[in-house]
């Protein structure tokens, strides 16, 4: 299989335990992106990186949220001292760079913080 | 905020053509209307997107407006296994901004 792939699948921590998922991304995309999903709610965009350089940071991204891809390839996001609110779906997706480039998602990683 | 319109929800009987629309009326002319699905516990699954003319795929139609104010996608034979959450999205920053989406229904 040569799509997007995400790990864990699941977490589940509790509330102040740092957590880092990863993210595989089809390995021609150049971009890697990372949403997160509430329940009922459509994907809101985090952040995206072009090989290892971060271009956008969304405000949801707090202080306690970082993420990385050192080599360009695959892509860490880390959350720091959980709350309870963190509990969600976090998407990863890649894409080749340009206009009307499609993005290809992961199956995601459902975080519940207790 | 999106910055497309659909319907909450619809039903379609399966085997018929669902036709999901979208209203993006402030679209900007290089902006692209994408669709993705997306089934219970999964991630959103592309379908197909376009710019001005209408595209096909082995998934669905696409279907825009000559002015490109609103869209329409097209499932030819609707199956079960299409009950879905249908998302249309207006892009051309990369940064894809999804709404509530509609809620496809199909039943037997």
């Known amino acids: ?109 459902r975080l519940l913080v207790l | 905020d999106a910055k497309t319109t659909q319907p909450p929800s619809m039903d379609c009987a399966e085997g018929r053509a669902a036709n999901l629309p979208c209203n993006h009326s402030t679209i900007s002319g290089n902006e692209y209307v994408y669709w993705y699905r997306q089934i219970h516990s999964q991630g959103p699954q592309y379908i197909i997107h376009g710019l001005k003319n209408n595209e096909t795929n082995e998934m669905a139609s696409l279907i825009i407006t000559e002015d490109r104010k609103s869209s329409t996608l097209i499932l030819p034979h609707a199956t079960l296994r299409d009950t879905a959450v249908y998302y249309c999205i207006v892009d051309y920053t990369d940064k894809l901004i999804f709404g509530t989406g509609t809620r496809l229904q199909v039943f037997p």
Not at chain 1, 26 to 40: A, C, K
Not at chain 1, 50 to 58: D, H, I, R
């Open chain 1, 1 to 109: 299989d040569t799509g997007v792939s995400q790990n864990p699948r699941h977490k589940i921590t509790k509330r102040g335990q740092n957590v880092t998922f990863r993210c595989d991304p089809i390995s021609e995309h150049n971009r890697l992106y990372w949403y997160r999903q509430t329940l009922g709610q459509g994907p809101e965009f985090l952040t995206y990186f072009q090989n290892e350089a971060q271009l956008e940071k969304s405000r949801l991204l707090s202080d306690r949220f970082s993420a990385e891809r050192p080599k360009g390839s695959f892509s860490t996001l880390e959350i720091q001292r959980t709350e309870q609110g963190d509990s969600a779906m976090y998407l990863c997706a890649s894409s080749t760079a340009g206009a009307g480039k499609t993005q290809y998602f992961g199956p995601g990683t």
